[in-house]
């Protein structure tokens, strides 16, 4: 399965172990991504509500491009996912909005007709790639590893369709087919804090413990993330929220394609589990290279 | 013999007059062709106005009559019934609208009186070529079909048997009673339900006029009004009815289990035994258990492996090679009263049903208060303590654009009930979250001032979530609701021990199918549609089926007896006329014409075409036949034919409006 590549700034920078990942795992998955060439920002959430309609159109841009390979558009990034679905409602759904971002776009030399469908790749992996093929290739046994899947606030809201807005499921499924166990998560895709923790970061900071703590008391060994936002705050911030309301958290926040990796054999290198804040350790860790 | 047409204009006072210059019109009217005769009256529908065209018939001065009035949907029938009694076959008939397709949707003017000679001019044309019908009648078999054997069924069945008239009583379940016999108390009088419930079971099983057939599910039903063939599926019971005397020996002993434990006191939502062979609860009737085949050691993948109560049975009545049984019988009116079910909160994930312990349904709580449920009738949290904090959700998947936009109308009253019993029973605080209290019945409102004073908190705003996330140490271990508290302006987190989840009420899932087989149409809601929402809510529009309780719309107790008293009353009106008459302008097939295809079967609403394979032609039954005209419009081979609505009455129609072109002062079409 052929898809186009738009990776997002993220994991070309903070989340270049959730590219690392991918690259590891996308080809025993029989995922081919073949990035888009030239593509830029994405237009970025919080821009978003700065100047609507400069954000559509830098947004716009990725998808003219895009559509001339006739494929699916696949992002691992969240917010991108998000930002680029919205540029396409927007611009699919309301004419006049449409009409300014077309004038944009063709000052650039390109054009867009509304036919580009972005997709996550969690989407991709769970409801394009067949489950026992995944499982065929399990050789790590995770059964004791108790997972925690925190899906994030974007990749189900608003409603995209591939799962329940307010009590995904479908990374809990492709973590049991891994054979690892989930916990009942209550904070599955409640908020991380996201660009708070840049101007308001005490509150960002009581959001991750609240994320933190009922992983914790549910016995989870680690937390399982697929957007580069919550991971780095998650786990970047861990000392910082253990510090401030003296707690004692050392979750490991992975991403559920090095849990992937994890499961099919890779190597710690090639997962970018190096690059970890919060180092896989303890039981976690014997769980892993014990099996 | 010429034809002599009389026209009757009406004033309908102000209605038409006021706007239809009623001189002039009278005056073009007597211009048409063929008509002898036109007069105009204050009010056509009145005594007078009826005795005006009735002598004119008897006097022999016309033979067709033509009435410009209102609407024939409100008094065809009696100005049919006129010109009946002045002597002429009322077919011969036909009605001008110029009220509500004219004096009321148009401004004063001379286009408001022109339209209303169009109209009187097509009628006029039209009524030149109409022909006499007969209209037939058909007995009516005075047995009744009620189906559903909840409070709805039980009292419409009383009803009917009371009267004197035999009754067959059809309850998919082991029993009858429906839901009214899971609850403990009913609001706002807080009597106790079996106890009012009961003693009617016990008349429905002892009654000689109704035959009563439990655990049984309707086939097919096929005939019409006053003549339905009813085909009822009895389910395999696997205990003789006429041998078992109910003594209990066989569940004692059973060891399969048809309602699994998991350790959760709310896992038991059985008022009755939870072995494989059980009786639905102690008062059932029939008081004879049943074996669930699913569960049943002997009868699961034919292993055959126990056989334990067919040896403690002294009097043999188990048969574990009972079969289903298809049972046929006639009767001449059918009351659907086959109730409703709850919403599964499940859906809504935010609120932790299936997912939270201690997150239970309304009827989850209500069978835990009964004396006969799964805690004895103590209100317990899953690991068996009492609860010191309690919330009711109120409005769980009804008034909410995302499950049922509608009312549930009872969930503010037994939340009200709910609080009133915890209170009663335990010293947990109560807090209700209500988007609007809606106390409208009898009683109802004087009931929740009650509870006001009771020390319940009422909390206005509709939850946002269920969590188990404590923030703090007060919130530890305790289920959390996050709510806006409307009143106060605020998001609150209250931490409780217990959330009840106010469930609405929804169209049982196998309505859409018992509705199908009875010809009646369900709405958007999922329940039935009735004939009229404010003056038909009892029939529907199929004669002869008719409606009681919840499966017309959710009802709280009062208003469901209410209605299965009205639906037995009127099938009683229909049982005593003995014979109903059937409409005269029905379709008809041209059986030289047509050829075979088939798709007026399939094209009629009323399932009133059948293909007759000697013949190789579609036939209409007249008898279900309402003359709407469908199979008509479709028939590639124009074949059908409606009477009293044939295309040459239809095109003279036509014409008679297009007439008008000639005349018309203003407005003349350009060009």
Redesign the interface.
Known sequence: MKYTYYPGCSVTATANLYQESIDTVAPSLGIELEELDDWNCCGATAYMSVRELMSFAISARNLAMAEKFHRDLVTPCSACYLVLNKTNHYFNDYPDMRSKIGKALEAGGLSYSGNVRVRHILDVIVNDVDMEKISSQVTRDLKELRVAPYYGCQIVRPEMGFDDPDEPESMDRLIETLGAETVDYSMKTKCCGASLMGTEEKMALALCRDLLMDAQKKGAHCIVTLCPLCQMNLDIYQPKVNSLFKTDFKIPVIYITQLIGIALGASPAELGMKRLGVKVSGEMKRIIEGA | MAVRIGVYICHCGTNIAGKVDIDEVVEFARGLENVSLVKDYKFMCSDPGQALLQKDVEDGLIDRVVVASCSPLMHENTFRKATERGGLNPYLFTMANIREQCSWVHLDGAETTDKAKDLIAAAVRRAFLLEPLTKREVPINPRTLVIGGGIAGIQAALDLAEAGKQVVLVEREPSIGGHMAKFDKTFPTLDCSACILTPRMVSVGQHPNIELMTYSEIEEVGGYVGNFNVTVRKKARYVDEQLCNGCGACWEKCPGTRVPRKGNVHEKLSLGPTTSIYMPFMQAVPAIPVIDAQTCLYLKDDQHKCGLCAKECERDAINYDMEDESVEFEVGNIIIASGFQTFDPSV???YGYD?LDNVITALQFEIMNCASGSTGGKIQKADGSEPEAIGIVHCVGSRDENYHEYCSRVCCMYSLKYSHLIKEKTNAEVYQFYIDMRCFGKGYEEFYDRLLTEDVRFVRGKVAEV???A?NEAEEGKLIVRVEDTLLGSVRRIPLDMVILSTGLEAHHSLKDVANKCNVSVGSDGFIIEKHPKLGPVATATDGVFLAGACQSPKDIPDTVAQASAASSAVLSMITREKIEIEAATAEVNEDKCSGCKLCNTLCPYLAVKFDEEKGVSVVNEALCKGCGTCVAGCPSGAISAKHFEDRQIFAEIEGIFSGLEYKTVSKPKG
Do not use: F, L, S
Request: net charge positive; glycine share 0%; aromatic share 0%.
């Open positions: 809504i994930k935010r997912r969590t188990d996330v923030m």
